[in-house]
């Protein structure tokens, strides 16, 4: 079987993005942390010692480390378990650095180790986000879903699936 794996490099925005909100969730930690310790808050309070590490900790298991295209699925490596995009179904790959422009996040995470989850925007409607740099942007459209995806070289990982796509016969 063959595949080929895409590397999913983070943006500039990203990186300022997640260092700029791990350190709220470190300071944010810190302070409640000081505060309980001293009495200032009361120790009911104290779960907001842990929220900050676990956000961190979740966004961490869940972030885009990577793309990996087979002869039937593209895979989209995480650390928690990869999520599996079946070739067969999907109806069109194209890129699109604009794809992620004006976008509203409905329910995901926009900036800390990736961008993922679900998003809406005028252009694309209603899709799902596996980014770290949208200006690599490539649209997967199905019948019923769309997805975004950034591997490190958006026109190799274009001309792969479509070759793949029209290797199994699949609809274009």
Sequence with gaps: MTTLQFRAPWSGTLRTM?????GILVLATG???ILVSTGLARPRTSFMIVLPPLLMAAALAYRVRGYTLS???ILVRRLIGDFRLPLAGLLSVSGD??????SLRLLGNWGLFSITGRYWNRKLGSYRAFATDPSRAIVLRYSKETVVITPHDPQH???RA???IKAAD???
Aim: proline share 4%.
């Design 157 to 159: 990982f274009i001309m």
């Design 170 to 172: 699949f609809p274009k």
């Design 162 to 164: 479509r070759t793949l």
């Design 18 to 22: 997640t260092i700029v909100v791990a």
């Design 31 to 33: 302070v409640v942390t």
């Design 97 to 102: 650095v604009d794809a992620m422009r004006g």
């Design 71 to 73: 002869e039937d699925a």
